[in-house]
Every structure is written in C-alpha cells, then in structure tokens.
C-alpha cells in the first residue's frame, strides 16, 4: 500500500469513532426528549435529505475541485459544526428541531467527504482492483470496528457523563480527521472533459449508472438495503427498551453486536468473493441480510437480537468492501465523483422514506413491525437483483476496464437508450 493509504486509514478510523460515539449518543438524546416515534424519524431521515436535494450535483462537484482539499475542508467545518448542540446541550436547550438541523448540516457535509473519498482512493492506488479491495477491506473493517464495536458503548458511557460530552468528542474526532486528511498526497485531477453546464455534467453521471444494468444494481442494493435499515434504526431503541427490556449501556453492547459481524463480513469478504466469484457473492450477502433481519424481529431475548444483528452485520460488511472495490475498479477516474455520488444518492434518497415507514408501521401496528417489513424488502430485492449482478457480468466489467481492454466497448448489460 502507498504510505498516504495509512493516513487516510487513520483519519477516517479516528473520524469513524467520533461517528460511532454520536451514532448511540442521539438517538438516546432525541428519545429523552420524546418518545413520539415519528418525531424520531424526522431526527433519523434529516441527516439523509442532503444526498436527495444535492447528491448528484455534488458528485459532479468533487469531479471539478481538488478532491483531498474537498475532504478535508468538509471535515473542519463539520467539527465546528457540533459545537452548537453541545452548547445546547450544555445550557438544557437542545431540542428536536435542533438535532435534525445539525443532523442535516452533518450529512451534508457527509456527501462531499465520502464522494470525494471515494473517488480519491482509486487515484491512490493507481485503479489496481486487488489493492482497491484490500484497501476497502481495511477501511470498512477499520471503520466497523471504531464507528460498531468502541463508539457506540463509549458514547452511552460519555452520555452519562453529560449530555455534551459524546458530541463534543465527535468534533475532535472530525477535526483530527481533517489535519490527517491535509497532509494526505496530492493525485493527479482527471483530464477536464469539455466545458459544460454542471448539470449537464450531473446528468452525465447519472446517466452512466442508470444505463449499466451492473452499476444500477450495485445501486440498487444499498437504495432498498436503505429503506429497510432505517425502518428498522428509527425503531430499534424504542423496541430494544420495550420489548427486550435494554437499558442505556445495554443499548450499545447490541450496536456493538453488529459491528463485531461487520468487522467480520469485512474481514472475510476477498475471500468470499474469490470462493463465489463478486457477482454470486454480493447476492449471498444480501439474502444473509434479509433473513437475519427476519431473526431480529422474532427474538425473544437480548441475547437471540444480538446474534441476529451479528448476523446482519457480517452481510453488510461483506457487502460495503465488495460493492465499492467493483464500481471503483471499473469506471472511469473523470466520472468517478458523479457515479459515487449519484449511486449513494439513491441509497440516501431512500433511507428517509425508510425512516417515516418505520415510524408510521411502529405507531399505527406496534414496534416489531417495521422489521418485518424490512426482511420482506431485502429478500425481495436479493431476487430482483440477482441477474443485475452476476459474475458473468462483472467479469465482462472488468475485462472491459482492465489495462488493454477495448474502450469505448460497453460491459455486457448495457441497455442502449435511443
């Protein structure tokens, strides 16, 4: 690996552990406030609404400015950002409105940082696909294991230490992350394409993803993985405290039970993908998804919750280091920005109609509702897709990207559009 890949593995580490800390601090917070479950919802989809107004144009931003610049400016201003709610928090002012506020500045934020991470690291590695999966492999078991397995119970200690506290830790989180981040080598930028409006350059992109069927998808996987995921994170501590009988630090062991099997879907994942090939693999890991949800919503004790939700976990790491290697390996460096942005715009765009599903199920049924209806959405999406992804064609992807492969040849699947 090149020597800028470890500081880039350590600022997004450290920056993932800052993240894990609010990720079981909020929602914690918000539920002291209410316990109205689509006031929660509007907390969980506000940090999603950023990729729905400005995914695709932020995209085509990233493909214009200095990605490593990008990176970590939105990091920086994010760490100032949290100052606000803890202040709030520290003079008994914080209030629902508030959290979504910060919670869709953050997300904002979140789309130029992951978009112009994302297209930064094939530059990094030279475009290798071995490396670029070794790398996510380390990335996403790094981020897994700081944002899963320490943040979350760090941050329901640091909660009953005051409520600012795990805020205020998330800011520093993001503002090592940033000084990381700036030290990082620069890449080359991708040669400019001719001068055009930035949403025509926009509408490139996502025109590339919605005509491939193997990059729509990969798309498609984390769109309908969002909806289902969300309705069951909006609900998940009202129903871990009602009908598991969880208490606050009880609360993060489970969020640590789903990283522990992320870290090791990660871990693990180039070496399924080599067994069953990226295509068959991807698929087994969405079914393993869908059916661990199924077993969450069925438990009968804490115990059986934090298997299944292992279970999910290693599915989902599995899935976050396969996915991205492909799509990093097989589109080109100037529309990189705009395929990343436009394919993780749909995944967000989705999460908020995941959230207000969750909420309405858990309010007009009861709070186990919304997981199954999760489970239904993911197994159904693991049969839609199936075909979308398959090792035929990502095989034919590859090919077709590879050094000496014909450009201009489309990969098998690409649906022409007169």
Not at 38 to 48: E, S
Not at 349 to 375: E, I, M, S
Not at 391 to 403: G, K
């Given at each position: 690996?090149p020597?800028?890949?470890?500081?880039?593995?350590?600022?997004?580490?450290?920056?993932?552990?800052g993240d894990g800390?609010?990720?079981?601090?909020?929602?914690?917070?918000a539920l002291?406030l209410?316990r109205?479950?689509?006031?929660?919802a509007?907390?969980?989809a506000a940090g999603?609404?950023?990729?729905?107004?400005f995914?695709?144009l932020?995209g085509?931003?990233?493909?214009?400015?200095?990605?490593?610049?990008t990176m970590?400016?939105?990091?920086?201003?994010?760490a100032?950002?949290?100052?606000?709610?803890?202040?709030?928090?520290?003079f008994?002012?914080?209030?629902?409105?508030l959290l979504?506020?910060?919670a869709?500045?953050?997300?904002?934020?979140?789309?130029?940082?992951?978009t112009?991470?994302?297209?930064?690291l094939?530059?990094?590695?030279g475009?290798d696909?071995?490396?670029?999966?070794?790398?996510?492999?380390r990335?996403?078991?790094?981020?897994t294991?700081?944002?899963?397995?320490?943040?979350?119970?760090?941050g329901?200690?640091?909660l009953?230490?005051?409520?600012?506290?795990?805020?205020v830790?998330?800011?520093?989180?993001f503002a090592?992350?940033?000084?990381l981040?700036?030290?990082?080598?620069?890449?080359?930028?991708?040669v400019p394409q001719?001068r055009?409006?930035?949403?025509?350059?926009?509408?490139?992109?996502?025109?590339?993803?919605f005509?491939n069927?193997?990059?729509?998808g990969l798309?498609?996987?984390?769109?309908v993985?969002?909806?289902a995921?969300?309705?069951v994170?909006?609900?998940l501590?009202l129903?871990?405290?009602?009908r598991?009988?969880?208490?606050?630090?009880?609360f993060?062991?489970?969020?640590?039970?789903?990283?522990?099997?992320g870290?090791?879907?990660?871990?693990?994942?180039?070496?399924?993908?080599r067994?069953?090939?990226?295509g068959?693999?991807?698929?087994?890991?969405?079914a393993?998804?869908?059916?661990a949800?199924?077993?969450?919503?069925?438990?009968?004790?804490?115990?059986?919750?934090g298997?299944?939700?292992?279970?999910?976990?290693?599915?989902?790491?599995?899935?976050m280091?396969?996915?991205?290697?492909l799509r990093?390996a097989?589109?080109p460096?100037?529309?990189?920005?705009?395929?990343?942005?436009?394919?993780?715009?749909?995944?967000?765009?989705?999460?908020?109609f995941?959230?207000?599903?969750?909420?309405?199920?858990?309010?007009?049924?009861?709070?186990?509702?919304?997981?199954?209806a999760?489970?239904?959405?993911?197994?159904?999406?693991?049969?839609?897709?199936?075909t979308?992804?398959?090792n035929?064609r990502v095989?034919?992807?590859?090919?077709?990207?590879?050094?000496?492969?014909?450009?201009?040849?489309?990969p098998?699947?690409?649906?022409r559009h007169?």
């Amino acid at each position: 690996m090149p020597s800028g890949f470890g500081r880039l593995w350590t600022a997004q580490t450290v920056s993932s552990l800052g993240d894990g800390v609010s990720h079981a601090a909020l929602p914690l917070l918000a539920l002291a406030l209410t316990r109205d479950p689509m006031a929660l919802a509007v907390v969980t989809a506000a940090g999603t609404l950023p990729w729905l107004l400005f995914g695709v144009l932020g995209g085509a931003l990233v493909d214009r400015w200095d990605r490593r610049r990008t990176m970590w400016v939105a990091d920086a201003l994010r760490a100032v950002l949290l100052a606000i709610p803890a202040a709030a928090a520290v003079f008994d002012v914080l209030s629902i409105p508030l959290l979504a506020a910060v919670a869709f500045l953050l997300g904002l934020g979140g789309l130029f940082f992951d978009t112009a991470a994302t297209a930064y690291l094939p530059d990094l590695l030279g475009r290798d696909p071995a490396l670029l999966e070794r790398a996510n492999s380390r990335l996403r078991g790094a981020q897994t294991a700081a944002s899963g397995f320490a943040g979350p119970p760090a941050g329901s200690a640091l909660l009953a230490i005051g409520r600012a506290v795990p805020l205020v830790a998330d800011a520093v989180s993001f503002a090592v992350s940033a000084l990381l981040v700036r030290s990082l080598p620069a890449v080359p930028r991708p040669v400019p394409q001719a001068r055009e409006s930035l949403l025509r350059q926009a509408r490139a992109g996502a025109s590339y993803v919605f005509r491939n069927q193997l990059l729509l998808g990969l798309a498609l996987r984390p769109a309908v993985g969002n909806i289902a995921f969300l309705a069951v994170e909006t609900v998940l501590a009202l129903f871990a405290h009602d009908r598991l009988g969880i208490d606050t630090f009880g609360f993060g062991l489970l969020l640590t039970a789903e990283a522990t099997g992320g870290l090791l879907g990660a871990a693990i994942a180039s070496s399924i993908g080599r067994r069953l090939g990226t295509g068959a693999a991807l698929t087994c890991t969405a079914a393993v998804e869908g059916l661990a949800i199924l077993g969450l919503a069925v438990a009968p004790n804490p115990y059986v919750a934090g298997l299944a939700l292992a279970v999910c976990g290693a599915g989902m790491g599995a899935t976050m280091v396969l996915g991205p290697s492909l799509r990093q390996a097989i589109v080109p460096a100037h529309l990189m920005g705009r395929v990343a942005s436009t394919s993780r715009m749909l995944a967000m765009c989705a999460a908020p109609f995941g959230a207000f599903l969750g909420g309405w199920l858990a309010t007009a049924y009861d709070v186990r509702t919304p997981l199954y209806a999760a489970a239904g959405l993911l197994l159904t999406m693991t049969v839609v897709t199936a075909t979308m992804t398959s090792n035929r064609r990502v095989e034919a992807a590859l090919r077709a990207a590879a050094p000496g492969g014909e450009p201009g040849h489309e990969p098998v699947g690409f649906i022409r559009h007169s």
